[in-house]
């Protein structure tokens, strides 16, 4: 998941400035807190034996089978290989709404530089056949624990709540395939269906403990596309005699810009990058052949059909234009399948900010700006839009010695996916545990109402 967030350095003051202080504003006091600080020195032991044993996108096998024997010990209906690794963990408790929580399993193909004790020294051969390190660059193993820890809390507190909770391990995210694989296996008509669906995710750019959220469209549609442009090779001494894919390819790469800029609302978001530009072996050969590859990334299915058309047509115009015949004109390729945006249900994410706000202080909870990166969660709301409100939320990890380090202007702050991203993993796990099972507590009341 490459993401991107960002927030005033006032507003990072202000919430750094809450958390300092020892005696945060609550208005809610349930135990909870006491009860997850009390569960953490265990969850920080299975954190750091998740993030030392990292397993690949749909290769999470022991990870898999090592998270849902902890959750059958807890009491919970457990099935395994729900969508090639992943696993559903069903509780039934009386009458009440079905909440399902999900976390992702997967790690990436990066050789991990954090200096940690535990650091990961695993080795993998991914798709590209080239084997490299596997590290938890982008937190899932964080993710991961806190899921189990706020498990264990609404274990604990059945008498507290009413109805079905749909626990999930996702795989896959990394590749935004995940989620597609486990409905596709039947994940809601093999399992109780959620009428709420909640997840969320470390960030690179928050101090450690801070929530943030966006309302209505959070991440985007994420598009891979290839353009091969064809040609007719030659002497690079004598280009009259040719058809030159790289010219015809670079008047392709700067017309596209005119998408975002000419033909897309400027109200609407919208990004068309093209991320690699290759053709051609020597200096004197003109090649026949010249090939693109794009990211292309918008929120609404309008949005994203726009982009994707005029990227055809521009990329079919262009050849035209250039005296290309029929038989050698661009040849446009759109990945299947795609990760769909991520849409926060507004008056659903509202409503569980409120209890956050109750529970963390107003100061802790923050609105964000929505991003363009990529996260597949939004499949599960995207097959049943009408039945299912989902929400998934951020917890900042920035070490707070690190942020106000880089606050002074020492350093700079690793992105997610880096090799060097090492979160506060102790207050994103304590913070995720406590705000999953809050939220379901405040979803599924022992009444049932």
Request: charged residues 20%; proline residues 6%; contains cysteine.
């Amino acid at each position: 998941m490459g993401k991107q967030v960002r927030v005033t350095k006032a507003a990072f003051a202000a919430v750094t400035g809450a958390l300092l202080c020892s005696t945060a504003a609550l208005a809610q006091d349930d135990g909870l807190r006491a009860a997850v600080s009390e569960d953490m020195p265990e969850l920080m032991e299975l954190y750091r034996d998740l993030h030392a044993n990292p397993e690949l996108s749909f290769e999470e096998h022991e990870t898999a089978a090592r998270l849902a024997a902890r959750m059958r010990a807890l009491g919970f209906d457990v099935t395994e290989g729900v969508g090639r690794t992943g696993v559903v963990a069903v509780m039934e408790n009386g009458a009440g709404p079905t909440v399902l929580i999900r976390a992702d399993m997967d790690a990436l193909p990066v050789v991990e530089q954090t200096g940690l004790p535990f650091a990961s020294t695993v080795t993998a051969t991914p798709a590209t056949g080239v084997e490299t390190g596997v590290m938890h660059a982008c937190g899932h193993d964080t993710h991961m624990t806190a899921w189990i820890g706020a498990a264990q809390q609404l274990v604990d507190r059945k008498d507290d709540w009413s109805g079905t909770l749909v626990m999930i391990l996702q795989p896959a995210e990394e590749l935004g395939e995940g989620a597609l694989a486990m409905l596709e296996d039947g994940l809601f008509e093999r399992f109780p269906k959620p009428d709420y669906a909640l997840a969320f995710h470390d960030a690179a750019q928050f101090p450690a403990g801070m929530i943030g959220y966006s309302p209505g469209y959070a991440l985007a549609n994420v598009d891979s596309v290839d353009v091969t442009v064809r040609g007719i090779g030659g002497h690079g001494a004598y280009p009259q005699t040719t058809k030159d894919p790289v010219v015809l390819a670079s008047a392709i790469v700067m017309k596209l810009q005119t998408l975002v800029s000419r033909e897309l609302s400027p109200l609407e978001p919208g990004v068309v990058t093209v991320g690699s530009f290759r053709a051609g072996s020597k200096h004197n050969i003109i090649s026949d052949e010249a090939k693109l590859q794009l990211t292309v990334r918008s929120y609404t299915d309008e949005a994203r059909k726009l982009l994707l058309d005029g990227i055809a047509r521009i990329a079919r115009g262009e050849a035209i234009a250039a005296g290309m015949p029929e038989d050698k004109l661009p040849v446009v390729t759109v990945a299947e399948p795609y990760t769909p945006s991520t849409f926060n249900d507004p008056e659903f994410t509202e409503g569980v900010m409120a209890g956050f706000r109750q529970r963390f202080g107003d100061d802790r909870v923050m609105q964000v700006p929505s991003v363009m990166g990529g996260e597949d969660f939004g499949q599960f709301r995207r097959a049943d839009p009408d039945g299912v409100e989902s929400l998934i939320f951020w917890i900042g990890g920035v070490p707070e010695e690190q942020w106000q380090a880089v606050q002074a202007g020492e350093g700079s702050l690793p992105s997610l996916h880096s090799p060097f991203w090492a979160p506060d993993a102790e207050a994103v796990i304590a913070t995720g545990a406590e705000a999953l099972a809050g939220a379901a507590l405040r979803l599924m009341p022992a009444s049932g109402g």
